[in-house]
């Protein structure tokens, strides 16, 4: 049963370019997380998700950033015009509807 | 708001010590808790969790009690090994919330040989 993926892994951008990261919950979930890991920090939560809806967005920056969920494909991140101050690892995480979320591998965005 | 404390690092340890992370959280509800670990370059994996108060989790030779009196949920191990130098995050989760996590800082522990 294969966990959360994430895609890219790894993902360079300029500075005013576009970041559209991707995660895939594990089998039979369907709520998603984003949480964001500064250097040196612990996780922030950005925004939890449902298929089709965005249930809480209280963790994300007001301009640039947005979510979604679609009813078929994985759920996105997208950071607009990215900024060096967006780097960092970005974490999905899924779960059933229970506590228990679990994590993917993260993908670590850098901002030239 | 709900928020975490967990002492900072790093934790450098021989092995065979005994290893303990303090956490401390606040909360208006009744949280579940859960200790996470990360090691390099990976994502979050779950240690262990509890649930209500009292309740004790264990894993791998982990071991934590939620504490209610104290508010507290800190991580032991009674003997480390090379292996278990990683970054630890103690976090909480709201029900009334969505079951958000919220994370302390987290804490690095290097094992030496």
């Known amino acids: 049963n294969a966990g959360v993926m994430q895609n890219p892994r790894h993902l360079v951008r300029r500075r005013g370019q576009e970041a559209r990261l991707r995660c895939s919950p594990m089998?039979?979930?369907?709520?998603v997380y984003w949480y964001r890991q500064l250097p040196e920090e612990g996780l922030k939560f950005m925004v939890y998700?449902?298929?089709?809806?965005?249930?809480?967005e209280s963790g994300m920056p007001k301009e640039r950033f947005s979510a979604e969920f679609p009813k078929e494909g994985p759920s996105i991140l997208r950071i607009q015009q990215v900024v060096r101050g967006d780097s960092a690892a970005y974490f999905c995480?899924?779960?059933?509807?229970?506590?228990?979320?679990?994590f993917g591998p993260g993908t670590r965005l850098l901002v030239l | 708001g709900d928020s975490v404390t967990q002492m900072e690092g790093p934790v450098t340890l021989s092995e065979e010590a005994f290893l303990t992370i303090n956490c401390t959280y606040t909360?208006?509800?009744?949280?579940?808790l859960f200790w996470y670990v990360q090691y390099p370059g990976e994502g979050l994996q779950l240690l262990l969790k509890a649930t209500k108060a009292d309740d004790k989790g264990s894993n791998k030779g982990f071991e934590a009690t939620y504490r209610k009196e104290t508010t507290s949920f800190h991580l032991e191990k009674g003997s480390v090994q090379v292996s278990d130098s990683a970054v630890y995050f103690c976090a909480l989760s709201d029900r009334a919330a969505g079951n958000k996590l919220t994370f302390g800082g987290g804490t690095r522990v290097l094992v030496k040989p």
């Open positions: 998700l449902q298929k089709e809806n965005i249930i809480d």
């Open positions: 909360a208006t509800g009744y949280p579940s």
């Open positions: 089998k039979g979930h369907s709520h």
């Open positions: 995480a899924s779960s059933g509807g229970e506590e228990t979320q679990y």
